[in-house]
């Protein structure tokens, strides 16, 4: 599989009730499932990894309950809680998941090419002034000068995140280290895009690779919300 290809989904509508629903996670997912305590939340994390399960499984010509995931090592700390991965030596596709509320969205990418997707809801202004303050001195400068400086931020941070689910990192790499707006060139190495997305939300995705991101974008299911825009 060399194309980007990108799944958006809405986890309370009906997105992962297919294919034997729960019963297709394992159980390190039904643990993580049942320590939520909201019945929300728990439903939410249902749907979005059955829906990972599902996609991956289209991809694999495979039984999404015979999925198997392993972790790479962190690049930050070493321990064993990096980048999530397929199971194996040569896992034939690399794949991220992520999940705002009720919108999910995966992505999969070839084999030995790392990919990061992140998805987030506008966030409120308050949350602008105190996380951008955290970012690159030329992402804020960005935002500063959006006439949305809500909207600017949310592409920016879903760029972020993305890159650093591509990475490995998590939210463990500083906020400041790397730039991934559009005024100057962003990572060496990486390649970052803007989805269309529902109202109310933005979404990216990060690849590794020099070529610009051509990513196919389909909506898992049957599309229940308003019209995704650009």
């Known amino acids: 599989m060399d194309a980007v290809r990108v799944w958006l989904g809405w986890a309370d509508g009906g997105t992962g009730g297919a294919a034997g629903g729960a019963a297709v996670l394992d159980p390190v997912e039904r643990a993580r499932a049942a320590a939520f305590v909201r019945a929300e939340l728990r439903e939410r994390y249902t749907a979005a990894h059955v829906m990972l399960r599902q996609v991956l499984g289209g991809c694999l010509d495979q039984d999404p309950a015979e999925v198997r995931f392993a972790r790479q090592d962190c690049p930050c700390c070493g321990g064993p809680h990096g980048r999530p991965v397929l199971a194996g030596e040569r896992p034939p596709l690399e794949f991220s998941l992520s999940h705002a509320g009720a919108l999910v969205a995966v992505a ?8 990061g997707v992140d998805v987030e809801a506008l966030p409120r202004p308050g949350t602008v002034a105190e996380v951008g303050s955290k970012l690159h001195p030329a992402e804020r400068a960005e935002i500063d000068a959006a006439d949305d400086p809500v909207a600017a931020f949310a592409r920016i941070w879903t760029r972020k995140e993305a890159y650093l689910k591509g990475l490995g990192t998590g939210l463990g790499r500083a906020l400041d280290l790397d730039y991934v707006g559009t005024g100057q060139p962003g990572p060496e190495g990486w390649a ?39």
């Open 108 to 115: 999969v990418a070839g084999a030995g090419v790392p990919i």
């Open 192 to 230: 970052l895009a803007d989805l269309a997305a529902p109202d109310g939300h933005a979404v990216a995705v990060a690849v590794r690779q020099s070529e610009p991101v051509v990513a196919g974008l389909a909506w898992f299911g049957q599309k229940n919300r308003n019209d995704s825009k650009a």
